[in-house]
């Protein structure tokens, strides 16, 4: 798989870029059509559950477009070898990156938060690339995956550190490092109960702990791709801060809830973009109570 990957990015690179992103449409058609029935129906039901539409078949519209848009990620990433040095920079316009360059000038560090929304690879890749001290926090891959997946992460500059590594991120954040964690989804024993569209569902403690234990930003960043400037839009935001008393797990649950709450709105006015195919509430005591309901597919035959 390793080589075939590798062949295969350099036939993408060698390709005009139409022909490129044709192939891309292709491989995300592909990736909808060979989706396993259940993994659809549950990105439906989620849509329905969320209230992001009350439409089933507006609901699957969602999952598809959100599904569909991976095949354009993937040729992103194989054309890093292309893109590297200075060639991304006609892919993406930034919008106040002045976050960022105030946390960078201020040499404290900070916590950069992320989503599953838009190419998050690419985001990190155009971060690291644009000389932020970018310190990615990725879950370790199967095998030849996470080979290739933090080959092409180094083509574009990034130092990557897996989710085990909390003395690392805590140490690099101490020197003036950006720590970037991608905290909206489910993580198992290991989160924290907080409300998410307005159900208690576990959720990363990450950006909450560390911004608190150093005091520094949580800088939300996204990135999206525009259709109408067939750009990526890389967005900064104004920053949170941890709250910070004597009561650890209290202030974790404030700084988490804020969070979560920004999150919800992003997704609600950027649906198509995220991570539905991701058992979000799998956790939580009311999906297992039933109140989660994965309905047919509207189009299924």
Same mark, same amino acid.
Request: proline share 5%; glycine share 8%; charged share 30%.
């Given at each position: ?36 029935? =259940? ?13 992001? %539409? ?13 599904? &569909? ?6 040729? @992103? ?24 360059? @105030? ?40 095998? @030849?995956? !996470? ?23 805590? =140490? ?16 198992? @024993? ?10 208690? %569902?576990? &959720? ?21 791709? !525009? ?19 004597? !009561? =650890? ?53």
């Amino acid at each position: 798989m390793y080589r075939f990957m590798k062949l295969f990015s350099a036939l993408i690179c060698a390709l005009p870029e139409k022909v490129q992103y044709a192939i891309g449409t292709f491989l995300g058609e592909l990736c909808w059509i060979f989706l396993p029935p =259940k993994r659809r129906r549950l990105a439906i039901g989620q849509i329905l559950f969320c209230n992001i %539409t009350s439409d089933p078949k507006e609901a699957r519209r969602i999952a598809k477009k959100s599904t &569909t848009r991976f095949g354009r990620m993937i040729i @992103d990433v194989l054309r890093y070898p292309e893109i590297k040095d200075g060639r991304y920079k006609d892919m993406f316009e930034w919008v106040d990156r002045k976050y960022l360059d @105030d946390a960078m000038e201020d040499g404290k560090g900070a916590v950069l938060m992320a989503i599953h929304s838009g190419n998050w690879e690419l985001l990190g890749g155009i971060l690291a690339s644009e000389g932020y001290p970018l310190i990615s926090v990725a879950m370790k891959q199967n095998g @030849d995956s !996470d080979k290739l997946i933090n080959e092409y992460r180094q083509i574009m500059h990034q130092h990557v550190t897996y989710k085990t590594g909390v003395r690392e991120m805590i =140490k690099e954040l101490m020197n003036g490092s950006m720590i970037g964690l991608i905290m909206d989804q489910d993580p198992g @024993d290991k989160g924290q109960l907080v409300p998410f569209f307005g159900y208690e %569902t576990l &959720t990363a403690v990450g950006p909450a702990v560390m911004g608190r234990m150093k005091d520094v930003p949580i800088i939300p960043v996204t990135i999206r791709f !525009d259709e109408f400037k067939g750009k990526h839009i890389l967005t900064a935001y104004t920053p949170f801060y941890a709250e910070h008393t004597e !009561d =650890k797990r209290r202030d974790t649950a404030v700084t988490l809830t804020k969070l979560n709450e920004w999150i919800e709105d992003y997704i609600r006015r950027y649906p198509e973009d995220w991570f539905w195919l991701h058992n979000r509430w799998k956790w939580t005591r009311r999906y297992y109570a039933g109140k989660i309901e994965v309905p047919p597919d509207p189009m299924a035959k």
